[in-house]
């Protein structure tokens, strides 16, 4: 008999009253690190430098908005202009040659061994087992791997999606498990473990649906917080809550036993 999402969830929020600090500060770091590398990512890539070009052009027409604003001829006239004004994104970046992209992509891969680490702290702790900040470096120790999976499991869900929306959701949701197999299987290839992780998944996706889905008002939350305060608060103990029932759910697949603990003589 396996376990419900609401039970699920209370062994979660069991593990995080017994290490609430330890659990929230890796969360925070992890956090944090996913921000710095969407960040440089960005920024080599060109994105942010055409987001800032296109709001230098509107803000240099702020004071002729203003003024056109009880004429609505005028300011179509002048949101004309300004569309024509915009640079085309393909011309923008193709200006700017091919290393800052490819430099861009290679530090978007390396959030696929980070991200493997904080599952493989995640798991630890849903086993009820010490972690600290350094396990996020354990992904790095099969990083083609955990990237294989990552870009594999990407193209299957985006081929899925083309056709319609549940394809490439029941494709994610197969394969959701993946980088947990790797983790307890560190000698299996990345398509072993998404086969593995499809066979475990057989019979069990709308018990992962159910359980993502009954963190939708956490989540609109964590996003309302983050839109007015600009730090992602509520996501640091969120994104461990979410992550540690996940492995419930995944442990029960597994039908996972505790090591025997030693008896210790006197």
């Known amino acids: 008999m ?40 960005s920024e080599l890539s060109g994105a942010n430098a055409y ?23 005028q300011l179509q006239a002048i949101l004309n202009q300004i569309y024509a004004s915009v640079p085309s994104a393909m011309e923008f970046f193709a200006g700017r ?19 493997a680490g904080y599952t493989h702290h995640i798991l630890f702790e849903s086993r009820k087992k010490d972690t600290s900040v350094g396990f996020l470096m354990h992904g790095f120790k099969m990083t083609f791997k955990t990237i294989a999976i990552g870009l594999l499991t990407g193209l299957a869900v985006a081929v899925g999606s083309i056709f319609l929306v549940i ?35 057989s019979g069990h996706k709308w018990r992962l649906f159910k359980l993502y889905f009954s963190f939708i008002l956490w989540s609109i939350a964590a996003n309302l917080v983050s839109s007015l305060l600009g730090v992602p608060l509520l996501n640091i103990y969120l994104t461990p809550y979410v992550n540690l029932s996940v492995a419930n759910f995944y442990n029960e697949l597994i039908h996972y036993q505790p090591e025997p603990v030693e008896p210790i003589e006197f």
């Open 2 to 41: 396996y376990s419900d999402s609401r039970e699920l969830k209370l062994g979660a929020k069991a593990r995080l009253r017994q290490r609430m600090l330890p659990i929230l500060l890796v969360a925070a770091v992890y956090i944090l690190a996913g921000y710095l590398i969407n960040y440089f990512a």
């Open 51 to 73: 987001v800032r070009a296109v709001n230098e052009l509107v803000n240099s027409y702020a004071g002729q908005l203003q003024d056109a604003l009880d004429d609505p001829a």
């Open 97 to 115: 040659g091919l290393a800052g992209p490819l430099l861009s992509v290679l530090v978007t891969l390396i959030s696929l061994p980070l991200a």
């Open 167 to 201: 394809p490439g959701l029941i494709l994610s949701l197969m394969f959701s498990l993946s980088v947990m197999v790797l983790l307890d299987n560190p000698d299996k290839g990345a398509v072993a473990c998404m086969k593995e992780s499809a066979r475990l998944m």
